[in-house]
């Protein structure tokens, strides 16, 4: 078996953007020497998100705006006004840890053949929440 | 170490809908002779999901009108009033964009003693948020 | 290949809560004298979760609340009227089946060094959302 491990450095300097790691995870498949097996992507904060969609400006535009509506930024910690609890603890990022809910932690994506098995739009990016500073991404591939 | 790498090509002849794969799944499983290991099983498509939930028509309407509150069809170009900057691509299909992103992209399922490994109402579904062309599902199993 | 197969049972004397079973992962890991691989763990049942996010319990009633103004609590039939149509079969917990999808179905974590690869606040949680009844979680890891 042959596996890889790759923490990726990120940071954003702002407090919420999409950023393109894919073509650093396909490098990394040829660097693991991995024909065929699976490969994890993970954000390791809790207030970031990796995802795999459209390439597309709009798109990006259009998920901000959406998540602002599911889960409206408030560093109040009053719920009945529109805060959150979780900004007790002196955080005023709460909002963050639920966008992630949404977008998700990780994606699993095969390999085969030596590349990764993706479809003909799928590209996969990083979604941070709560940025200006310095966060990691996991990649852990296994396989053959 | 065994694996086995699958397309599966879907046709749904309407906009959107939620299809059983599960009993395709569980063939793929007996073809790879895989004892033990993972399963992925994912949409390559970036406006449909791979999800696991019950298997009741009921449910599957349910979702349906969820998914269009939290995220509406609409093929217009303006946020405010409704529509989505994705659409001035000349597509109308943001809104699938956004269900796709609740529903998931993919499921990681166990294989055990030659089995998926699943609990008693777990059912394998692909969910189609638009259809009326030629989609891919792909399934890599990794054991031994 | 070494793997280790495991089920977890759950018994959550209430409708609805968030519960560690972070520190039964990590056991796990050790038991599979796994040092490199990929860990698998998921709810068995399509009324609960496995997720991962921060160990702070202003967040998780955050959580709980906003789920419920995402897809309330209804026991109804009427989706007219708030209810749902999976409540026909008898059930009341058509909420519950809606809530899983936007927490999701499983994570996958890395394995190295014999170690869940985990970053400094990720925390792994099992999200009971149809409770007062015995339920399994999966674990399913693989690797050398």
Redesign the interface.
């Known amino acids: 078996?042959k596996?890889l491990?790759k923490e990726i450095w990120m940071e954003i300097p702002k407090r919420r953007a999409i950023v393109s790691i894919h073509h650093q995870i396909e490098q990394l498949v040829t660097e693991s020497g991995i024909s065929?097996?699976?490969a994890?992507i993970?954000?390791?904060?809790?207030t970031a998100s990796v995802?795999?969609?459209?390439n597309?400006s709009?798109?990006h535009?259009?998920?901000d705006?959406?998540l602002e509506q599911?889960?409206p930024f408030d560093p109040g910690t009053d719920?009945d006004s529109g805060g959150?609890?979780?900004?007790?603890?002196g955080e005023d990022n709460?909002d963050a840890?639920?966008k992630?809910?949404?977008?998700?932690?990780?994606?699993?994506?095969?390999i085969?053949n030596g590349r990764l098995?993706?479809?003909?739009?799928?590209h996969i990016f990083y979604y941070e929440f709560d940025g200006n500073r310095r966060?990691?991404i996991?990649v852990?591939m296994?396989?053959?």
């Open positions: 078996m596996t491990t065929d097996g699976l994890l993970n954000a390791m904060h809790i995802f795999i969609n459209d597309e709009g798109l535009a259009d998920y705006r959406w599911l889960a719920p959150y609890l979780h900004n007790r603890t709460a840890h639920h992630r809910q949404i977008m998700g932690r990780e994606v699993v994506v095969a085969t098995h993706l479809g003909p739009w799928e966060k990691r996991l852990k296994i396989g053959e």
